[in-house]
């Protein structure tokens, strides 16, 4: 070893020990919420089982008919599976609080960014060769610019194409961990977090009446904001024990959330022609607010069966594949094997490759990154320390 190694490697030593005492300790994993994972599982299933069974005009494009016509006796229940998405919006603002309590916003961002995007830039490689070598023919295949825009995540506000239609909620999570960043910022506690709640969702109330400022209708979108705020006073349920604050602010963001869902789900069936009741969709949405917080008030603690953590693990990287590539198998299987066995085939071949996913791509290179990270983070103190 030279002695400029040496002197490299004493500061990086120097580094990590200056660090260690300024930085607090690691903190220890939260508990595994296996009711949580079951919760997950339920959601991305009913988002598959609705893109494949229970849309009437774009599933025409791939069944060739109506599936009201081939799956009668489950259309009904799957037309409104994509109430799974509202589902995974409470658990998404129950599980950053808990995720992200105790954590700096360097840790925030890191944890966030390697959760969110090797998996997603393997789907977005995986759409985009689905797009060209299945076709199905009746759809406009997406731009080469668009196809490249889609690896940033950020291809709303650049007004570009969706490679996958589910793509669409990743948008609305990263608008939400961008703004609860703010929080994480000043430090995550219980009146910073409750008080951030009901600034949000009254900033989404008023949107409603005064759309002439675009960054908040992005950042406090009706119905979203308020599936996330019932999952943040859940978690603080969950935490600090229920109080009638939080009682106050879970009832509110119910509230803001039926007069929004109704709306929305009246639109669906006047403009789009969908068979779906707002009545049903908003009693299936509060069923899931009584889920989470049976959650939240340790009711559903006897739920764990360690297979649900590996179920729950899955469940993103079928989120991200289901889709397309579904669609694109169903293409291909339907005139050979009937409808029920392609619907199983696929499905099956899907679960598989998100394990595959998940087991060779997600998890080599959240590890690959992780590590990275570290070792820029210290030479970088190891720079600073040169520097003094």
């Known amino acids: 070893m030279s002695p400029t190694d040496v002197q490299i490697s004493g500061q990086l030593d120097r580094a990590a020990a200056s660090g260690a005492q300024q930085q607090p300790r690691k903190k220890a994993a939260p508990p595994r919420l296996y009711a949580l994972d079951a919760l997950r599982v339920v959601a991305a299933v009913s988002v598959m089982l609705f893109h494949f069974t229970g849309i009437d005009a ?7 008919v109506n599936p009201r016509e081939l799956f009668p006796s489950i259309f009904p229940f799957t037309t409104y599976g994509s109430y799974g998405v509202q589902l995974f919006f409470i658990i998404s603002g129950f599980v950053i609080c808990l995720s992200a309590w105790g954590r700096t916003p360097g840790q925030f961002v890191r944890a966030r960014f390697l959760r ?3 998996a997603y830039w393997f789907s977005v490689v995986l759409a985009f060769l689905a797009w060209r070598a299945l076709p199905d023919g009746q759809r406009k295949v997406p731009s080469i610019s ?6 940033t995540m950020i291809q709303v506000p650049l007004d570009a194409r969706h490679l996958v239609g589910a793509y669409w909620t990743l948008w609305v999570e990263l608008t939400f961990y961008l703004i609860f960043l703010v929080v994480v910022w000043k430090g995550l506690d219980y009146r910073r977090v409750s008080v951030f709640c009901w600034v949000w969702l009254l ?3 008023l949107v409603q009446k005064d759309k002439t400022i675009p960054l908040l209708a992005t950042f406090a979108q009706p119905l979203n904001t308020a599936l996330f705020v019932a999952g943040i006073a859940m ?13 106050g602010l879970l009832g509110a963001s119910w509230l803001v959330m039926q007069s929004d869902l109704v709306e929305y789900v009246d639109g669906l069936r006047h403009d789009r022609g969908m ?5 049903v969709a908003l009693a299936l949405v509060t069923s899931f607010y009584l ?4 959650v939240a008030l340790r009711k559903l603690e006897w739920v764990s069966w360690k297979w649900l953590a590996t179920a729950g693990a899955l469940v993103y990287p079928l989120y991200l594949l289901h889709e397309e590539l579904g669609w694109a198998m169903i293409r291909e299987l339907y005139g050979h094997v009937g409808a029920w066995a392609t619907l199983g085939i696929t499905t099956a071949v899907l679960i598989v490759l998100s394990w595959l996913v998940h087991r060779f791509v997600e998890r080599p290179s959240q590890q690959w990154l992780r590590a990275r990270l570290a070792r820029e983070s210290a030479r970088e103190s190891a720079r600073d320390v040169s520097n003094i």
């Open 275 to 279: 068979d779906v009741h707002p009545y």
């Open 291 to 294: 889920l989470v917080l049976a």
């Open 235 to 247: 978690y603080l349920m969950y935490r600090f024990g229920p109080d009638l604050k939080l009682w």
């Open 116 to 118: 969110l995007f090797p």
């Open 146 to 151: 668009d196809s490249l825009t889609n690896f």
């Open 58 to 64: 774009a599933n025409r494009t791939n069944w060739g």
């Open 203 to 205: 900033a989404s109330v």
